[in-house]
C-alpha cells in the first residue's frame, strides 16, 4: 500500500510541469483575442422587405483591430441562392474590408441565410446572417 502512494505521488509531480503553462498568465482569454480581430460593423442584418425575382445585395463592412494584416481565406455562403464577393488583398491594421452576399429571391416567404467566413487570423469560421421577407411580384 505503501508503494502504490508513493507511485502515485511520483506520478502527480512528475505531470505538474506539463501542466503548469496550460492556463494563460494574462488577464486576456484567447477566444475575446480572436473575437476582436476583425470589428464587425453588424453581424446580422434585417434587409426587410424585398421584391421576388430581384437579387438582393447585402454588404458586411469590418475593420481590422488587430496588429498583422488579415486575408479573408473562404467565404462559404448557406445555399446556392446566395452568392459571395469579399476584400480578395490583405487588410492592414486599421483598414477596412467587406463581405457581400446576393440573394436570390426566387420564392416567397420568409427567410433566413448565413455567410461563413474563415480568415488568416482564425480557422473558426465566422458566421454572418441576414433575413428578410420575399414579397410575390
Known amino acids: 500500500m505503501k508503494k502504490l502512494k508513493i507511485t502515485a505521488l511520483l506520478a502527480v509531480m512528475a505531470f505538474s510541469p506539463f501542466y503548469a ?7 486576456t482569454s484567447l477566444v475575446k483575442a480572436i473575437a476582436e480581430a476583425l470589428k464587425w460593423k453588424s453581424e446580422s442584418i434585417d434587409v426587410g422587405n424585398i ?73 473558426t469560421p465566422k458566421t454572418l446572417s441576414f433575413k428578410g421577407v420575399v414579397t410575390a411580384s
Open 51 to 123: 421584391p421576388q425575382g430581384k437579387p438582393k445585395l447585402i454588404r458586411f463592412e469590418f475593420t481590422n483591430t488587430s496588429k498583422k494584416p488579415i486575408i479573408i481565406q473562404n467565404v462559404a455562403p448557406s445555399c446556392g441562392c446566395t452568392t459571395a464577393d469579399y476584400t480578395k488583398t490583405p487588410i492592414k491594421p486599421g483598414k477596412k474590408g467587406f463581405v457581400e452576399a446576393s440573394y436570390n429571391a426566387a420564392s416567397p416567404g420568409a427567410f433566413v441565410k448565413t455567410v461563413n467566413v474563415t480568415t488568416s487570423d482564425s480557422k
Open 21 to 27: 503553462n496550460v492556463f494563460p498568465v494574462e488577464g
